[in-house]
Nanobody, 122 residues
């Protein structure tokens, strides 16, 4: 089992920045590709960003490219999502997820955190 705990969400004005963190415990962190997803009310869970096991490859959803940066620190068992130039449409609950093989852009991940709310005001 892998336990994931997100933090760093909150209320921010449009154009602002937030950094989300996801701390993992339970198994060897570097065995897992990591992803960030988000879900707004009434919408499906959407892929935001993903990172390979050792951080050599990153992936982004179309709306996040150039604004968001995913990174990981395997020594700290933590994955990060730096979000810049935030827009009201980025408002959602953000989830981190772990997958035992490679990053995929669908929610086919093995473990999920409880989510952290991000609200962007206009």
């Amino acid at each position: 089992q892998v336990q994931l705990v997100e933090s760093g969400g909150g209320l921010v004005q449009a154009g602002g920045s937030l950094r989300l963190s996801c701390a993992a415990s339970g198994r060897t962190f570097s065995n897992y590709a990591m992803g960030w997803f988000r879900q707004a009310p009434g919408k499906e869970r959407e892929f935001v960003a993903g990172i390979s096991r050792f951080g050599s490859t990153t992936y982004y959803g179309d709306s996040e490219k150039g604004r968001f940066t995913i990174s990981r620190d395997n020594a700290k068992n933590t994955v990060y999502l730096q979000m810049n130039s935030l827009k009201p449409e980025d408002t959602a609950v953000y989830y981190c997820a772990a997958r035992g093989v490679a990053v995929v852009t669908t929610p086919r991940y093995d473990y999920w955190g409880q989510g952290t709310q991000v609200t962007v005001s206009s």
